[in-house]
């Protein structure tokens, strides 16, 4: 059985940078998908969902995508219209070629004022005796059906013959229930795993769900796509058988490596915007870097050895791009000239004394003495006066 999963939805959402939560139109088709899952709650802003070309048998967990406007089951298993009653946009809706029995389940649109255009062409209900007046009566909100357009007298002519239609049309639905309950039971076993696959594609086969899934599974099978066994992942190889980094890039993410930088290289890398931080891993060695978003590696080999301890990573809150600045180790930085400081001498605590005046302890200083005492201090034959010059 084939799961709609994250990994697969963004796979298909690569022309959104695989960011799902803001998609508004995803490709599922061709999936061998047998149940619609998890887009309910990842992609609520869907406006285009293409399914068509699965084995999918029921309509079902889209109740929460209130932009949907158009939706293409064409080429499932579907058996009746059901479960869309909530998805209040919707304008086109594809069943093209399913096994819709129930034609009466059109009646669960009625609710959908917006849908316009509804295809059912291939279905089993087509071949009921009044099936288009019918559809047209029950839905008058359609401009289209199966293509064709709904004229001003084919509305007029479903209103009128209403009653006689639908008594028809309940005749004709109860012996595709009957017809169908005995397909049933003619099938059962009709698949067994003791059948070899030679013998299953040499008999013939009833048109009908179950001959679709069992053509599907064998199909996988036969290409090498075993459900039961997980497939391995593709080894990816790091280093050459000499020991040598690669530089790799398996997310093929967008970056830039800047080295014109003489002090360090600049590594910008163009990480998903709205990827949790969480999910990188980032290993640093002296001649390579490599990062693991949600396991998948990136890895670039630098021309010359990097400080790995005095590396640093950002991440851009606004891009969420990832920006690793890594100095190189190499790096000498030009000789700059040495500006002597200028210091203070210290001064021990005696010649800080002697820094200060003296003053006497008495409160009334005695100038009659200065002369006397600055003599003693400075001897007269050390002054040199100059001569007085008398004119």
């Not at 067994?192 to 099978?221: A, G, H, L, M, Q």
């Not at 790799?248 to 993410?253: M, P, R, T, V, Y």
């Amino acid at each position: 059985m084939v799961k709609i999963t994250e990994e697969l939805v963004r796979k298909r959402a690569e022309h959104n940078e695989g960011i799902i939560g803001t998609l508004e139109e995803l490709s599922l088709h061709q999936e061998d998908v047998e149940r619609i899952e998890n887009i309910n709650n990842w992609c609520k802003n869907i406006q285009i969902l293409y399914l068509q070309a699965n084995l999918i048998p029921k309509i079902e967990n889209l109740n929460k995508l209130k932009k949907l406007e158009y939706l293409n089951l064409a080429i499932n298993n579907i058996e009746k219209i059901e479960n869309l009653e909530r998805c209040e946009f919707l304008e086109k809706l594809d069943l093209t070629l399913n096994f819709i029995g129930d034609l009466e389940s059109v009646c669960s649109l009625q609710g959908s004022i917006h849908l316009k255009h509804l295809y059912l062409t291939g279905n089993p209900c087509c071949d009921y005796k009044g099936y288009r007046q019918y559809v047209i009566a029950k839905l008058p909100q359609l401009i289209t059906l199966d293509g064709t357009e709904i004229t001003k007298s084919e509305r007029i002519k479903a209103k009128q013959n209403i009653a006689s239609i639908e008594e028809n049309i309940k005749k004709e639905q109860d012996r595709y229930f009957l017809f169908r309950s005995e397909q049933k039971k003619r099938i059962e076993g009709r698949f067994d795993s003791t059948i070899d696959d030679e013998e299953f594609w040499k008999s013939t086969s009833e048109n009908c769900p179950e001959t679709r899934v069992e053509i599907s599974r064998r199909s996988r099978k036969s290409k090498g796509f075993d459900k039961d066994k997980k497939t391995e992942k593709k080894q990816v190889h790091l280093f050459t058988k000499e020991g040598r980094p690669l530089n790799i890039n398996q997310a093929k993410l967008d970056f830039k490596f800047n080295d014109e930088d003489p002090e360090k290289f600049v590594l910008d890398l163009a990480v998903y915007k709205y990827l949790d931080t969480n999910l990188i891993e980032i290993d640093l060695q002296p001649i390579y870097a490599r990062i693991l978003i949600k396991g998948k590696v990136f890895q670039i080999v630098f021309s010359e050895e990097i400080l790995t301890d005095k590396s640093t990573a950002k991440r851009s809150q606004i891009t969420g791009h990832l920006v690793l600045e890594l100095p190189r180790a190499n790096y000498k930085p030009l000789n700059q000239k040495k500006v002597k400081k200028i210091s203070r001498p210290i001064c021990d605590d005696k010649e800080r004394k002697e820094q200060f005046l003296e003053v006497q302890e008495h409160n009334e200083m005695d100038f009659s003495k200065i002369v006397e005492n600055y003599n003693k201090k400075c001897p007269r034959e050390h002054l040199e006066v100059p001569p007085l010059e008398y004119g």
